[in-house]
C-alpha cells in the first residue's frame, strides 16, 4: 500500500527535493544513485538534488535536466526554490527535459 502512495504523491508534484543529510549513512556511502532520486526523476516533476560528488559517464547539469543545490546554504536553496515556483514555465522546461535525456 505504501509504495502505491508514493507512486500517487510523486505523479502529482511538480517539484521534487531530494536530500542527504550531512552525517547519516547515505550521506557518506550511498549519496549519489540513492533510488528515491531516481523514482523523482521518472516522475516528470522538476528535481532538486544536493551537490553530487560521483562522476557519472552523463552527468545531468543544473538547470537543464534538474536543479542543484548546496544543502549547507538554506538561502540558496529557498532562493532557486522560489525561483521555479515563482516561474512556472522554467519549472515545466527543466522537469520535461530530464524526461528526454
Known sequence: MFIFQN??????????????M???YFYFYIR???????EAMSTGALVFVDEMHTPL????LDGVHLVVYDN?????????LKFYLDN??????????VTQS
Open 7 to 20: 507512486c500517487s504523491l510523486y505523479l502529482n508534484s511538480s517539484l521534487c527535493v531530494c536530500c542527504f
Open 32 to 38: 549519489e544513485g540513492d533510488f528515491r532520486l531516481w
Open 72 to 80: 549547507s546554504d538554506k538561502g540558496n536553496f529557498l532562493a532557486k
Open 57 to 60: 559517464p552523463h552527468p545531468f
Open 88 to 97: 512556472p514555465a522554467d519549472l515545466r522546461r527543466v522537469a520535461y527535459q
Open 22 to 24: 550531512r552525517g547519516s
